[in-house]
């Protein structure tokens, strides 16, 4: 069993300190520590946080191992500082049995590099008519607790309905992609004035907004618990908001992207930049940044979504949506968010509120003795440049290429064992 003896790093940011792992977990803490045969890491200036947790990744196996695969995104995501991911159900098949979340489930502890926790359909192949076998996930060896037709919407409300009382028995959650099919029809990118310029189709922040808005409503009356992805608009911040008030048991995310980057990037028509939901005005992006600040959006989620070169590197239209995010994830809100949040804000909203969302008990626990030794640590001022053939992810597209970043995850530790050291994947 490895036993690691990090030294002089600063939880959280406070005052230096060693830390001890050993058995899977933090068996010490202190000034000075001394531990013969251990691994000792020199964490001088580095602050630890938990490691962190994404309630939100494709890792597109099985189906398309040509994108990702199990592996190859653990990697990706042990290099961002995570420790767990929650495992996007929307493969092929689609994960909507016992059978296909517990071979994600089991791909993930062989890979062994975070763990991966699946996240079940919601519906019979995504498909919106049937609710899917949500107790025998649940009751499966992958514990499925998130439910999501993730790439659609449950868009019928007597299905989403009927979902939220199903999950509740067991405090599962439904996590609703939230778009109302009928007003994005063709749709290409945000609805509004670059739309309008380029003669794309537009994808109106109503769309979000109005199931939003519906999903509290039956969340509230049914009492169970509603997760909304990728929030992404003003309006919907505020919807949010207004339910919370209400007592109503949901929850937010956001992703980095749509806290950095507007949809004036789709200009230049690179597709690199087209996402569901597309990336929205420079007032959203304020929006939804002072929303997650305020704890309105509880969560940084980097719906990483990798695809094929061949799904994205090709005219707009026919382009898929979607972008890699797992790598970039933490430097994003540092650059974003650093100055209001702090490291104890962060560490909440990409570590502590996510794991407790997920059920997974382990994680998302601030270093203390005893505690299960899932952590990373990360070199503030570093600065590093993205180059998308460094990335571990099987795919390239990621829309931050060339770009300085802050923040760098120099180590991250899963169960007390290292995954990345020195900055690299240990394999
Ligand atoms: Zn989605």
Redesign the pocket.
């Known amino acids: 069993m490895s036993r690691y003896l990090i030294k002089g790093a600063r939880t959280l940011g406070g005052e230096p300190t060693d830390l001890l792992l050993r058995d899977g977990v933090v068996c010490d803490i202190g000034r000075g520590l001394w531990a013969p045969g251990a691994d000792v890491v020199d964490a001088d200036g580095l602050v630890a946080l938990p490691g962190l947790v994404d309630l939100?990744t494709h890792l597109r196996e099985p189906g398309r191992e040509d994108a990702e695969t199990v592996e190859t995104g653990s990697r990706a995501a042990a290099l961002g500082g995570y420790t767990a991911v929650c495992a996007?159900a929307n493969t092929s098949p689609v994960a909507d049995t016992a059978g296909v979340v517990e071979q994600v489930w089991r791909l993930g502890r062989s890979a062994g590099l975070v763990d991966v926790q699946p996240v079940g359909a919601v519906t019979v192949g995504l498909a919106g008519e049937q609710l899917a076998e949500l107790g025998a996930m649940a009751d499966s060896a992958a514990r499925v607790r998130i439910f999501s037709d993730?790439?659609n919407c449950v868009s019928d409300p007597r299905l989403m309905r009927r979902a939220l009382e199903y999950v509740k028995a067991f405090d599962g959650v439904i996590a609703q992609?939230a778009?109302e099919p009928r007003l994005t029809v063709g749709a290409q990118l945000h609805e509004g004035e670059v739309a309008a310029r380029l003669g794309l189709a537009g994808w109106p922040a109503v769309a979000e907004e109005s199931i939003i808005a519906r999903d509290a409503l039956l969340a509230g009356h049914v009492g169970a618990r509603l997760h909304v992805?990728?929030v992404s608009t003003a309006g919907s911040v505020e919807i949010l908001r207004w339910a919370k008030a209400r007592g109503v048991r949901v929850t937010a995310e956001v992703t980095p992207h749509h806290l950095l980057l507007t949809d004036d990037r789709a200009q230049g028509y690179d597709p690199v930049f087209k996402v569901?939901?597309p990336l929205r005005t420079s007032s959203d992006v304020d929006a939804l940044r002072a929303g997650m600040v305020e704890g309105v959006i509880d969560v940084v989620a980097t719906?990483h979504a990798p695809h094929a070169v061949e799904d994205k590197e090709c005219e707009w239209a026919y382009a898929r949506p979607g972008m890699l995010g797992l790598q970039t994830a933490l430097s994003i809100v540092v650059e974003v968010a650093f100055a209001t949040l702090g490291w104890d804000g962060i560490a909440e909203r990409m570590s502590r509120t996510p794991a407790r969302i997920a059920g997974l008990a382990e994680h998302g626990r601030d270093p203390a003795v005893g505690v299960p030794a899932n952590l990373t640590l990360v070199d503030p001022a570093a600065r590093w440049r993205v180059e998308p053939a460094e990335l571990a992810s099987r795919s390239r597209n990621t829309p931050y290429a060339g770009m300085t970043l802050p923040a760098r995850v120099v180590a991250t530790f899963l169960r007390g064992a290292a995954t990345v050291l020195d900055g690299k994947a240990v394999r």
């Open positions: 939100h996007m993730d790439g992609h778009e992805c990728h569901n939901p719906d």
